[in-house]
């Protein structure tokens, strides 16, 4: 028995260690941590959650909402490394987890496409507001898969797989629960710069998946998004962008990538008027969209 007490002692001084660190040396971020713990719930996470069905490991709309609100003062126009560094690592350092299997997990709805680039404040809303158009009143509980938060950013090389088509991202668009993707765009279109991204896109065009350009203005040609300007603005960006100049962390990533998008395409020209059409269909929605409200409003004038 003495040895169990000691071996289980063993186990808990560095966690109790940590706390009394933090407690000595406490920041304003560090305390918001401690604050964002205690709002957890109780269930431990576990390792095989992330690992086992990644498209059961979503992270609801409402807890990213909650998230920015809780941190919103330290953000500012921060981008997803800033989040990942200094907001995820910390959180899910004791458990070793996602941060999405920390809440629980859930079935994945929705799939999202993004540059870490964008300006997380943004991110967040553009989230939100696609919520609002799949679920109306009820957007918290709609469940995605965000490649920061729902892989364990302790175990990347666990989430990538041994290729491209065995990695977390290519699982959860195969395995017939997501029911869209939506690209999050930023005025840079960085998104379409990647090629993560562009290997996301093109399985979801080969599941027959449907796919949304979204920003933090709504979902482009939904009725909900007005701002025509905006459409016109993303547009621009894509005439001229080149997939062939695309860029990634690892070298060989983008050697695999490009290498399968020519051999399910024929040609990497052929990605690029894809993006195009899909932007041009896009558009073509927001112009019925505006007409029919500009009709509307002149009949109640």
């Not at 713990?37 to 909402?65: M, Q, S």
Request: hydrophobic residues 45%.
């Amino acid at each position: 028995a003495l040895v169990a007490y000691m071996v289980l002692f063993g186990m808990v001084l560095p966690c109790i260690e940590r706390r009394l660190a933090r407690h000595y040396q406490q920041t304003p971020l560090s305390q918001a941590h401690d604050e964002y713990a205690n709002r957890l719930p109780l269930a431990c996470a576990t390792r095989e959650l992330d690992a086992a069905r990644p498209d059961h490991n979503g992270i609801k709309a409402g807890v990213l909402w909650d998230l920015l609100q809780h941190y919103k003062s330290f953000l500012l126009d921060r981008n997803m490394h800033y989040v990942v560094a200094n907001i995820i690592c910390p959180l899910t350092e004791e458990r070793r987890s996602s941060f999405a299997a920390m809440w629980g997990g859930g079935v994945v709805g929705h799939f999202v496409s993004h540059s870490w680039g964008t300006c997380f404040v943004e991110f967040v809303e553009t989230i939100r507001r696609h919520a609002e158009v799949a679920a109306g009143r009820a957007w918290r509980e709609e469940v995605y898969w965000i490649c920061s938060f729902c892989n364990n950013q302790w175990d990347v090389e666990g989430a990538l797989g041994s290729s491209i088509m065995d990695s977390a991202f290519a699982q959860v668009l195969q395995g017939g629960l997501v029911h869209d993707v939506l690209m999050v765009l930023d005025p840079q279109v960085e998104p379409l710069t990647r090629v993560w991204c562009l290997f996301e896109m093109l399985l979801t065009q080969k599941q027959r998946l449907p796919f949304v350009f979204s920003t933090a203005a709504g979902v482009i040609g939904d009725a909900s998004c007005v701002s025509v300007d905006i459409s016109f603005a993303v547009a621009e960006r894509i005439k001229v962008l080149r997939v062939e100049e695309c860029g990634a962390s690892n070298a060989d990533d983008k050697r695999n990538i490009l290498a399968y998008i020519v051999e399910e395409l024929g040609s990497l020209d052929s990605m690029d008027h894809l993006i195009k059409g899909i932007m041009a269909d896009s558009i073509g929605d927001a112009m019925v969209h505006a007409h029919a409200r500009t009709d509307r409003v002149i009949l109640e004038l």
